[in-house]
Structure formats: structure tokens, C-alpha cells
């Protein structure tokens, strides 16, 4: 059946290394989201992409959507420890109304 | 100002009480939802509403029942409470079907 699968489920890294995450599905993507949820707090909306191969940046954070819509990633330059957290990625698949999210990508991140 | 709120921030309860959790949007969108989060952060819909359809994922308890005074607020009343009930609950909304959805602090349940 349909479903989004996110990788990895987690990852540690040193301050200032590179953090990336995955989400793939098996069948096209009308669109993407993705949140960040903070321990112990709430999903927090970072973004949409819509269009095919889109690329888009908020400072340290790069966003990407697949050439053929099926997978993205996310993509944190230089993290710092005010990145820790998780990031779920968040999909409509066909035939759903209502939203369907990744399993999250828990990053920690140590000084 | 808040933009999704919810009560009660915390919820300890016995096994087979009926509770309920109140969810307030002042954003002024159209559609609301009811996400469960259980212990291994896995958000899993469980209502989503607007003033012309319910959805109701088909794995929820009829126990879970979604109720709506208004265009801004999401009711959540749970029956005859389990064990595995204890979770976080959180109420989200987002101004049109495939928007960016915006969430609730969250309601910590715990049933005994």
C-alpha cells in the first residue's frame, strides 16, 4: 500500500556537522511539508514544495523535492545545538484528504 | 496571542472515565484536526473537520468523538478511557485542505 518512508529514524552528530534526512514514497506526491518538533513540544510548519525538483532555502536549512516527486530531503548546513529535535515530513497521498506523516528523523546534536 | 490553543496541558484519569479536551483556533481557518502522538512520536490522524464533512480515520475508537461548537473550536471527548489511550493529543488546523497545518501545545494524557 501507499505509505512515506523517512529516513534515518536517527541520527547524533557533533556541532557544526552536516544533517540530512529523507523522506521517499512509492508513488507521485502532489506536494510536501515538512515540521520540526521540538522535545517535549509541538509540530512546527517549515515548509511546502509543490513543484517538481524544487529547491528551497531558509538560512542554514535546505529543502528539496524530487524530480519525480516520490522523495525529499532536508538538508542542515553547520547544525547547532538549537536544531535538536524532530523532523517529520508529511504527505497527501492519493486518495487521502488528510495528512500522513513520516515516522520523524530524531536529531541530537552535541556541543 | 496563542493561535491554537488546547485544555488541559496535562490529564491524569483512572481507566474507564470519559474526558474531554478542548481545542481553540483563532487564526479564522476552515478546517480542524485531532492528531495522536504516541510514545514512539508517531503522529497518527484521528478526526479531521470543517463545517461541511468529517473524516474520521477508520482506525479510531468509536470511544474518540470529535465535537464542534463552532467554526473555531475542536472538541475531543474520549469514553471509558483505556490504558492505551495515554498519549499526546494535538489539535492542529490549516486555512485550506492542503495547507501548512498549525498545532496545538498539546494534551498529555495519562490513563491508570
Known amino acids: 500500500g501507499q505509505q512515506v518512508m523517512q529516513i534515518p529514524q536517527y541520527q547524533h552528530v557533533q556541532e557544526g556537522e552536516d544533517f540530512t534526512t529523507y523522506c521517499n514514497s512509492s508513488?507521485?506526491?502532489?506536494?510536501i511539508q515538512w515540521y520540526k518538533q521540538r522535545p517535549g513540544g509541538h509540530p512546527v510548519f517549515l515548509i511546502q514544495l509543490v513543484k517538481s525538483g524544487e529547491v528551497k532555502k531558509q538560512k542554514r536549512l535546505t529543502f528539496q523535492f524530487g524530480e519525480a516527486k516520490k522523495n525529499s530531503s532536508l538538508h542542515i548546513t553547520a547544525t547547532q545545538t538549537t536544531d535538536v529535535g524532530t523532523y517529520f515530513c508529511?504527505?497527501?497521498?492519493?486518495?487521502?484528504?488528510?495528512?500522513?506523516f513520516g515516522k520523524g528523523t530524531m536529531l541530537l546534536v552535541s556541543p | 496571542d496563542t493561535a491554537v490553543s488546547q485544555t488541559p496541558k496535562y490529564l491524569v484519569t483512572q481507566m474507564g472515565n470519559d474526558k474531554s479536551i478542548k481545542c481553540e483556533q483563532n487564526?479564522?481557518?476552515?478546517?480542524m484536526y485531532w492528531y495522536k502522538q504516541d510514545s514512539k512520536k508517531f503522529l497518527k490522524i484521528m478526526f479531521s473537520?470543517?463545517?461541511?464533512?468529517?473524516?474520521i480515520n477508520e482506525t479510531v475508537p468509536n470511544r474518540f468523538s470529535p465535537k464542534s461548537p463552532d467554526k473555531a473550536h475542536l472538541n475531543l471527548h474520549i469514553n471509558s478511557l483505556e490504558l492505551g489511550d495515554s498519549a499526546v493529543y494535538f489539535c492542529a488546523s490549516s486555512q485550506v485542505g492542503q495547507g501548512a497545518q498549525y498545532f496545538g501545545p498539546g494534551t498529555r494524557l495519562l490513563v491508570l
Open positions: 508513488t507521485t506526491l502532489s506536494n
Open positions: 473537520y470543517n463545517n461541511k464533512e468529517l473524516i
Open positions: 508529511a504527505v497527501y497521498l492519493s486518495g487521502y484528504s488528510t495528512l500522513t
Open positions: 487564526l479564522g481557518h476552515d478546517t
